[in-house]
């Protein structure tokens, strides 16, 4: 059976591979900032985020 605790953590849409991920013990202090699922989806929403600055101005 699935861990029950992980019905009470905070849940959030990784907008990279539209996948949500739960609250992590190392995101505790800063889950307010945390978007990505894990450092690959950061990496490429850090370079979508950057083009999207560009194609912008
Ligand atoms: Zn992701």
Do not use: I
């Amino acid at each position: 059976m699935p861990n029950r605790q992980q019905e009470n953590q905070p849940t959030k849409t990784c907008p990279v591979c539209n996948r949500d991920f739960t609250w992590r013990k190392k995101w505790e202090r800063d889950w307010e900032q945390v978007k990505y699922c894990s450092k690959a989806c950061g990496k490429k929403g850090d370079v979508l985020a950057a083009k999207d600055a560009k194609s912008a101005k």
